[in-house]
């Protein structure tokens, strides 16, 4: 983990400069989030990079407890934060591997373009539900690597950087298994779009409100 969250502090400058590649897919994801918030919500984002989309979402909760592993993405996400005037998203340095999750606490969790940078994206989707009340929801945007030719390719050479601790290593899977790892853990799938192909694939995914498993 060290040599991961030190290759995001060293691109944290030009990862907040970047412009957002689909504005439009951005926008209407941000619209599906919201259709699913509601003012008294608890949420956790985990990866949130420099906080731009718990930023944008922070006035339509409760609170965001928004936590990544680069400090410097987190200082970028609190000077925005300071600078749009908004007190209830918290940013923490922390792992999702580390965060406790022996009690639901939150009504919602974000985890947008990480589930691929997992060693275990099957854990954290388990943990994500142990976390979550009855009822809430998962938000996540995911590239599926093993779905595209020129992602796979790509991989291929993030992975000889990777061996350097140069860069992350990415995680492969497909679409379909990705909602397969989702609907293992528990979840009900709300919602599930995919802008383009090639895309990330973005889906809401709900606890049971019912009865569920612990
Ligand atoms: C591709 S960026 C995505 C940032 C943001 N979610 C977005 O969509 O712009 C991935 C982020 O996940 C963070 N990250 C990587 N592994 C993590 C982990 N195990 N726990 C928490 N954050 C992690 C990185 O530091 C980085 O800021």
């Given at each position: 983990?060290?040599?991961?969250?030190?290759?995001?502090?060293?691109?944290?400058?030009?990862?907040?400069?970047?412009?957002?590649?689909?504005?439009?897919?951005?926008?209407?994801?941000?619209?599906?989030?919201?259709?699913?918030?509601?003012?008294?919500?608890?949420?956790?984002?985990?990866?949130?990079?420099?906080?731009?989309?718990?930023?944008?979402?922070?006035?339509?909760?409760?609170?965001?407890?928004?936590?990544?592993?680069?400090?410097?993405?987190?200082?970028?996400?609190?000077?925005?934060?300071?600078?749009?005037?908004?007190?209830?998203?918290?940013?923490?340095?922390?792992?999702?591997?580390?965060?406790?999750?022996?009690?639901?606490?939150?009504?919602?969790?974000?985890?947008?373009?990480i589930l691929h940078l997992l060693d275990n994206k099957d854990e954290t989707i388990a943990k994500v539900y142990r976390l979550?009340?009855?009822?809430?929801?998962?938000?996540?945007?995911?590239?599926?690597?093993?779905?595209?030719?020129?992602?796979?390719?790509?991989?291929?050479?993030?992975?000889?950087?990777?061996?350097?601790?140069?860069?992350?290593?990415?995680?492969?899977?497909?679409?379909?298994?990705?909602?397969?790892?989702?609907?293992?853990?528990?979840?009900?799938?709300?919602?599930?779009?995919?802008?383009?192909?090639?895309?990330?694939?973005?889906?809401?995914?709900?606890?049971?409100?019912?009865?569920?498993?612990?």
């Open positions: 983990m060290p040599s991961a969250s030190k290759f995001w502090d060293r691109i944290a400058e030009r990862y907040a400069r970047q412009p957002i590649a689909d504005e439009a897919a951005y926008q209407k994801k941000l619209q599906l989030t919201r259709e699913h918030f509601t003012p008294d919500m608890r949420v956790l984002e985990f990866g949130c990079g420099t906080g731009s989309t718990a930023l944008v979402l922070a006035p339509h909760v409760a609170h965001i407890h928004a936590i990544d592993i680069s400090p410097k993405m987190l200082d970028i996400a609190r000077q925005k934060a300071a600078a749009n005037h908004i007190d209830n998203v918290t940013f923490e340095l922390a792992s999702i591997d580390a965060l406790d999750a022996t009690e639901p606490r939150f009504n919602a969790v974000m985890g947008h373009s979550l009340t009855p009822g809430g929801v998962f938000v996540s945007s995911t590239m599926c690597i093993a779905d595209s030719f020129k992602m796979r390719m790509i991989k291929a050479v993030v992975s000889v950087g990777a061996l350097f601790g140069l860069l992350p290593q990415l995680r492969a899977f497909t679409q379909k298994a990705l909602l397969n790892s989702f609907t293992t853990a528990g979840f009900e799938i709300a919602h599930q779009w995919q802008p383009k192909p090639n895309s990330a694939v973005f889906i809401i995914a709900r606890k049971p409100a019912g009865p569920t498993r612990p």
